[in-house]
Nanobody, 122 residues
Framework: QVQLVESGGGLVQAGDSLRLSCAGS????????MAWFRQAPGKQREFVAA????????YYPDSVKGRFTISRDNARSAVFLQMNNLKPEDTAIYTC???????????????WGRGTQVTVSS
């Protein structure tokens, strides 16, 4: 079992950058596909990015492509989300998750953190 703890959220202005971190413990971190999801108030949880154990990133949705970058450091059991040129619509709780397969759906991920709030003001 993997425990995940996110950090790095906060209140920023539109156009600013933030880097989220997710620290993992309790499992073979490099074996997992790691992903970030987000959930805005009143909306369904949305896939943001995923990264395989070897660092391969298969897909970014159009909403974040070119602005967000996912990366990982297996030696530190950590995954990161660099978010640039933030927009008010990026406001959400960002949560990291771990899976044994690459996927876009929540139910494909078995371990979840508690999330970190990102608020982007206009």
């Amino acid at each position: 079992q993997v425990q995940l703890v996110e950090s790095g959220g906060g209140l920023v202005q539109a156009g600013d950058s933030l880097r989220l971190s997710c620290a993992g413990s309790g499992g073979s971190f490099s074996a997992y596909v790691m992903a970030w999801f987000r959930q805005a108030p009143g909306k369904q949880r949305e896939f943001v990015a995923a990264i395989r154990g070897n660092g391969d990133v298969p897909y970014y949705p159009d909403s974040v492509k070119g602005r967000f970058t996912i990366s990982r450091d297996n030696a530190r059991s950590a995954v990161f989300l660099q978010m640039n040129n933030l927009k008010p619509e990026d406001t959400a709780i960002y949560t990291c998750a771990a899976s044994f397969v690459v996927g876009l759906r929540e139910n494909q991920y078995v371990f979840w953190g508690r999330g970190t709030q990102v608020t982007v003001s206009s």
